[in-house]
């Protein structure tokens, strides 16, 4: 596991309880060396219409404020 992976994980269980409130989730897919996370949502989230500003403006703007070394999140 990356060390980044390692400080990613609790960033995902923080957002976690927010997007299962709303019916959906997330899923950690992988994090590269690059600062590049990728995430599946599922749930109610999987066929949102807001899912993108969901990934883009909450859940990436989250990790790159806790973990510096994330460029960048992927949904997949």
Request: glycine share 10%.
């Amino acid at each position: 596991m990356t060390d980044i992976k390692e400080k990613v994980i609790p960033v995902i269980e923080k957002i976690r309880p927010m997007l299962q409130a709303d019916g959906g989730d997330i899923e950690l897919i992988d994090v590269s060396d690059g600062g590049i996370v990728k995430v599946k949502l599922v749930g109610a989230c999987a066929g949102c219409a807001m899912s993108q500003y969901t990934l883009k403006l909450g859940v990436e703007r989250l990790l790159k404020h806790e973990v510096s070394e994330v460029t960048q999140v992927e949904a997949v």
